[in-house]
C-alpha cells in the first residue's frame, strides 16, 4: 500500500509516495469479537461468490468455443455434401484472396504437352530434376529397361525438388492430377530471372545431362508387313577405342589435336 505525501520546499502541488507499512492486521484489531467473527465471514462468502462466478464465466466460455466449433464441423460437412467441389474451391479460393494478405510466390505450370507436340522445359525439367536429389529425399523411382546397361533415376509423383539459382530458392513439384506437370515456386519478384536465365540454364544442364548418357544402338528390322514396320534395337558394345585403331602414329596424333581443338 502507497500514501502519497506532498513534497516539502516547492511550491507546486508535487506528489510522491511512499511504502506504508504497519504492523498491525485485521485480526488484531481491538473489538467484539462476534463482530469480528461475522465481518471475517461476510468476507470469505464474498470471495467464494466471486471464485464461483470466475469459474462459471470460464465453463461459458468453454461452452461457447465448443458450440462454435460444433457448428463449424456441420457447416463444412453441409458444405461438402451439398456443394459441388469445383463451386466450392472457386468460393474458398475467393474468400483466401478476400481475408489473407496477397502472397509473394509464384507458381509457374509447366505441362508435359504444348497441343500435339512435346514441352521443351517439362521434358528437360524431367531431365535435369533428378540430378538435384539429395540425401533428404525419401522416395525415388528407378527404372531399367533390359537391354540397357545403367539405371535411371526419376522423380515419383508427388515428389518435391529445392533448387537455387543466383541466390533464389526455387520449389519444384511434380502433379498428378489427370495429366503430368510440374510446378515451380518462387519468389514473384524475380519472375523475369527465372524465365530468361533459370529456364534456358536448366534446358542447357538437361542437354550434358543428355550428352554422358547417350548410348549408340544399333537398330534392326524385327518384321514387316504391307501396313506396319516394326524395329528392334540393341546397344552397340565395343571393346575397339581410337587409340586402338592401327594407323600411322603421326596421322592418329594429328586426328586427336584435331579432335581437342574442335571440343
Request: hydrophobic share 35%.
Amino acid at each position: 500500500m502507497h500514501t502519497y505525501v506532498n513534497a516539502q520546499g516547492s511550491s507546486k502541488n508535487i506528489w510522491e509516495s511512499v511504502i506504508l507499512r504497519h504492523p498491525s492486521t485485521f485480526e488484531t484489531l481491538t473489538m467484539d469479537i462476534e463482530q469480528k467473527k461475522a465481518i471475517i465471514d461476510d468476507l470469505d462468502r464474498v470471495n467464494l461468490l466471486k471464485r464461483k462466478r470466475t469459474k462459471a464465466a470460464e465453463i461459458k466460455d468453454r461452452d461457447e468455443d465448443a458450440d462454435q466449433l460444433r457448428l463449424v464441423t456441420l457447416l463444412r460437412t453441409l458444405a461438402e455434401e451439398t456443394i459441388p467441389d469445383r463451386l466450392r474451391s472457386y468460393i474458398v479460393s475467393s474468400l483466401k484472396r478476400f481475408f489473407l494478405p496477397p502472397s509473394s510466390q509464384l507458381t509457374l505450370i509447366i505441362d508435359q504437352f504444348c497441343g500435339p507436340t512435346s514441352n521443351e522445359i517439362y521434358q528437360a525439367s524431367h531431365i535435369y530434376l533428378p540430378t538435384k536429389i539429395s540425401p533428404s529425399h525419401d522416395r525415388i523411382q528407378v527404372s531399367k529397361p533390359s537391354k540397357q546397361s545403367n539405371s535411371t533415376i526419376t522423380l515419383p509423383k508427388g515428389a518435391q525438388v529445392e533448387d537455387s539459382f543466383r541466390n533464389i530458392r526455387l520449389q519444384w513439384k511434380l502433379v498428378d492430377d489427370r495429366k503430368l506437370f510440374f510446378e515451380l515456386s518462387f519468389d514473384k519478384q524475380f519472375i523475369e530471372i527465372v524465365l530468361e536465365s533459370y529456364l534456358p540454364y536448366v534446358i542447357a544442364m538437361s542437354k550434358d545431362v543428355k550428352e554422358e548418357d547417350e548410348e549408340v544402338r544399333i537398330y534392326t528390322r524385327k518384321y514387316a508387313t504391307h501396313k506396319t514396320v516394326s524395329w528392334d534395337s540393341i546397344q552397340l558394345h565395343h571393346p575397339a577405342k581410337f587409340e586402338s585403331f592401327a594407323m600411322d602414329p603421326d596421322q592418329k596424333k594429328e586426328i586427336m589435336e584435331d579432335l581437342e581443338r574442335f571440343t
